[in-house]
């Protein structure tokens, strides 16, 4: 996503705001829903990685 050297301070276009938008939501399901982690100011890198996996 980010290899095409676009950032949110240059501008991302509709396409890569939706996925990274997209991608957040998973992220936050799977760590609330999954791995039952109420705070997210309190992520272990362990949880991460089961993200990955």
Do not use: C
Not at 13 to 32: C, H, N, P, V, Y
Request: aromatic share 10%; no cysteine; hydrophobic share 35%.
């Amino acid at each position: 996503m980010m290899s095409s050297g676009r950032t949110p301070e240059t501008g991302w276009d509709g396409k890569t705001q939706r996925e990274a938008r997209g991608i957040s939501s998973l992220f936050m399901k799977f760590m609330l829903q999954d791995q039952h982690v109420d705070d997210l100011n309190a992520l272990d890198q362990h949880y991460v990685g089961n993200f990955v996996d």
